[in-house]
């Protein structure tokens, strides 16, 4: 007898073949239809008993939640609603599921409600979905920078610099808190410490990748990022994944061909590869665009939003541009903005952000080209002298998804923009010795996996595409 997942059965051509297989119980009707799903699909397959031939008792403990094992045959289905069925021949009940403590029933749930019970949301229609379509989008990201010749590299997570200043930083730390030791000056003397020195989780690991992509060429990180910022928004979370592409070679137009060439290519794979949870995801969609008020609901569907991406050019734009687009709209004369736009220079918040990328211009936009005085140091400085080669990619509904530059190569010229910011020279030693050796054009850029995730499955909070969010104040689980 083949063992088989509920995928398999629904799809291939195993009709009146003897079978086997497991799964959990998300509903039982009628003493005698099952419907069972065992993860590998958002579909369930329906089992049907022979409810004259089963034991009282076992009746009883086939619950909504029990882990079940059944050997049957599969049939074409009489009832409506599925092709395919199992005859049940034997039922075995792996793991009960009391149904009076079990939190997960048969009925919708609200996010919220599921996220306190994050250990078993993924039992629900929702979130084996959007974690089915994270998995297939994390191949994804692999199999494009796999065909295009970079390599997987691997940064450190554990670093000993906030050489981005990209913001607060986790410590890491063996040191007793209770009774560090201290130098002559009364501070925590890390010296002591386990490394010798103040330790930190990475906010990026783009300074490393630099290094690689100085000899390898082409090369991406895809690894666990740490922001200990306190933004307790529905795009943000202290950790998150990042991939960051890193390219010697290429200027800031290269950069922002791959950052439009990347995304498509994984959306494509996406619609190609998920299909029934996509399909599931765009219903989930539309339902919650309804509760909302006619002004804020999307004009796409999710699966139009997607086809409308992958089908169209992002359209490039330079800051003063968008300054120029900004300073004169209608929500900025209105005083609609929280924060309004008087000149150039300003920071752009996400209000801006997402009045250029859905009210007007309709797609994704790449702003191009910001002051250098709102942006990182290591971006390479424009003939103007006041601009940097950096390029943001916003997204709708979700704001920045991509934050990327081409690099500072010169060595005078990076050394000077870090006395201005007051960098230490000895703390980047390594990364300065890129612009002494063999310095080339590079750029790159850094996307947050789980705002893509997010973007595809259409949640509108980032804690739920990632299984166990970290945020301010919760690292439950
Ligand atoms: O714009 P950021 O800060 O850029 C960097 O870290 C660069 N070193 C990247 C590079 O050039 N290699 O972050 C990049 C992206 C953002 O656009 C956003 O999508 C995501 O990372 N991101 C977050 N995602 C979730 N939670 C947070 N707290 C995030 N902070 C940034
Ligand atoms: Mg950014």
Redesign the pocket.
């Known amino acids: 007898m083949m063992t088989k997942n509920v995928a398999e059965l629904l799809t291939a051509d195993l009709l009146l073949q003897e079978v086997h297989l497991q799964g959990w119980v998300r509903t039982f009707r009628s003493n005698r239809f099952i419907a069972l799903n065992d993860g590998s699909t958002i579909n369930n397959i329906q089992c049907v008993i022979d409810f004259e031939n089963t034991s009282e008792e076992t009746l009883k403990r086939i619950t909504t939640g029990a882990a079940i094992s059944v050997k049957g045959t599969l049939v074409e289905s009489q009832g409506r609603g599925q092709s395919v069925e199992i005859q049940v021949s034997e039922i075995e009940i792996l793991g009960d599921s009391n149904p009076d403590e079990y939190p997960i029933q048969p009925k919708k749930h609200s996010l919220e409600f599921l996220r306190e019970n994050a250990h078993l949301r993924v039992r629900t229609n929702t979130f084996s979905a959007v974690m089915r379509v994270r998995s297939k989008l994390s191949f994804a990201v692999h199999k494009f920078f796999q065909e295009n010749d970079f390599h997987y590299m691997n940064a450190p997570i554990i670093t000993g610099s906030d050489a ?1 200043g ?1 913001g607060e930083m986790f410590r890491v730390s063996t040191l007793d808190p209770e009774k560090t030791p201290k130098t002559e000056d009364g501070k925590t003397d890390y010296s002591k410490d386990f490394f010798g020195k103040e330790t930190n989780l990475t ?2 690991g ?1 300074l490393e990748a630099e290094t690689y992509a100085m000899g390898l060429s082409k090369v991406y990180t895809f690894g666990p990022t740490f ?1 200990a ?1 306190n933004s307790n928004t529905t ?3 202290a950790e ?1 994944w ?1 991939i ?1 592409p890193e390219v010697a070679f290429i200027d800031l137009d290269g950069n922002m061909d791959l950052a439009e060439d990347f995304i498509k290519s994984v959306l494509s794979y996406a619609l190609k590869h998920c299909k029934d949870d996509l399909e599931f995801l765009d219903q989930r969609f539309a339902q919650e665009e309804k509760a909302k008020p006619q002004q804020q609901r999307s004009e796409l569907g999710l699966l139009e939003k997607l086809y409308f991406v992958v089908d169209n050019n992002f359209k490039r734009v330079s800051y003063t541009e968008a300054i120029e687009i900004l300073k004169n709209s209608k929500p900025n004369k209105k005083k609609k903005f929280q924060f309004p736009i008087h000149e150039w220079g300003a920071d752009l918040q996400s209000e801006h952000e997402r009045y250029l990328v859905e009210k007007h211009f309709k797609s994704p936009v790449i702003l191009f080209d910001y002051p250098a005085n709102i942006k990182a140091f290591y971006m390479r400085l424009n003939e103007d002298g006041k601009t940097v080669r950096a390029m943001d990619v916003l997204f709708p509904g979700i704001g ?6 081409q690099r500072e190569e010169r060595y005078e010229v990076l050394v000077e923009k870090m006395k201005a910011l007051g960098i230490e020279e000895d703390e980047l030693w390594w990364y300065l010795d890129l612009r002494k050796f063999g310095t080339a054009v590079h750029s ?5 996996f ?2 893509l995730v997010q973007f595809v499955t259409g949640m509108g909070n ?1 804690r739920d595409v990632i299984p166990y969010p970290r945020t301010p104040q919760n690292a439950e689980f």
Request: zero cysteines; aromatic letters at 8%; proline letters at 0%.
């Open positions: 981005e990209a906010v990026s783009q922001r910022e795009r943000h979370l998150f990042m960051e920045e998804i991509v934050g990327g530059s790159g850029f850094g996307l947050g789980e705002r980032i």
